[in-house]
């Protein structure tokens, strides 16, 4: 019995019955099972020069947009460095098929690098994205520091907020036709990426779109991220948190 690598079943079945299924030729599950090793979230590779800034509460402080720029700057660059080391890295020998999806998927991994640039050029640039990004960072340290953490970014959750940043603040930008996934395995930090961008969609519309001077109305209040889910009890759990 302990041998079996299947469990379900084995309270119920004779011994001989459940030799017979012990080791099966082929087996089938009504809701397959499969083990998904969890990234290592210490290491980073591309940052060999230098780490950018991924402490909420030090970026949240970062008023200078020169400065903000330096803290933010390393995080596309190294993932620059990185996808030139792969691409120079590719093997003349491999099959063409091969060598011509792997080229396909760094020329995308390339236009996010440009997007990440490009979202730091417009937090330099634009005095409301910069105070929104700051409120944002802000907001996710002190919701984390009531629990006795002092919140860092992971680099994937930064890059995604920043490549972001012009499309949900311009809405005749391009990249209103994208629709971005962000995939990583459970516990990852998925949830703090999407609170992040929320709290900075929310702010930038607060200052962007002002007063009305005739009823004193708050044009940026209102709706402003809607978010789905996919289950009743983690559309509960996602709230609280949000």
Known sequence: ???????????????????????????TEFIPAYSILSPNLDEWPGFSKESPELGAEKLSEAWSPADLSAMLMPLVEGYSEWENTVRSSLDDSMVDWQ???????????????????????????????????????????????????NFSWRPFQLAFILMNLRGVSDRNHPDRELCDLLWFPTGGGKTEAYLGLAAFVMAFRRRFYGTDPDTGLELGAGVSVISRYTLRLLTIQQFRRA
């Open 99 to 149: 060598r011509k999806t792997i080229i396909e998927n760094l020329d995308i991994c390339k236009e996010a690098a440009n997007r990440i640039r490009s979202g730091i050029e417009f937090l330099k640039e634009d005095e409301d994205a910069r105070h929104a990004f700051l409120f944002a960072n802000r907001a996710i340290w002190q919701a984390n520091s009531w629990s006795g953490w």
């Open 1 to 27: 019995r302990n041998e079996s690598p299947w469990h379900d079943g084995v309270e119920i079945l004779e011994e001989q019955e459940l030799s017979s299924f012990s080791v099966p030729d082929l087996r």
